[in-house]
């Protein structure tokens, strides 16, 4: 795991953020400042990639709302038997 990576896993756990399931793995995620962002995961070849429409998902660096959506899309797959 990178550093970036590290970061934004650990601020994500700091800050409390509500994720709305927006149906087809789009998740809607509000910040306590109210910034809401769109993050869409797929999974290829066993391997989930996640994208955030904030500044630094834009760059395609890892942001703390991709963490925060990702325990949400873990829980609605195992749910829907993937
Ligand atoms: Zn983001």
């Not at 953020?17 to 789009?26: A, C, P, W």
């Not at 995961?41 to 391997?47: A, D, P, V």
């Not at 955030?52 to 829980?75: E, I, N």
Request: with cysteine; proline share 2%; net charge positive.
């Amino acid at each position: 795991m990178t550093q970036n990576l590290i970061n934004a896993i650990e601020k994500s756990k700091r800050i409390k953020m509500s994720v709305r399931y927006l149906g087809q793995r789009q998740y809607l995620v509000i910040t306590p400042a109210n910034h809401q962002y769109t993050v869409r995961f797929e999974t290829q070849e066993g391997l989930r990639y996640g994208r955030c429409t904030c500044k630094a998902g834009a760059k395609g660096l890892a942001c703390y709302h991709l963490p925060k959506a990702a325990l949400v899309d873990t829980a609605i797959q195992q749910m829907s038997g993937h």
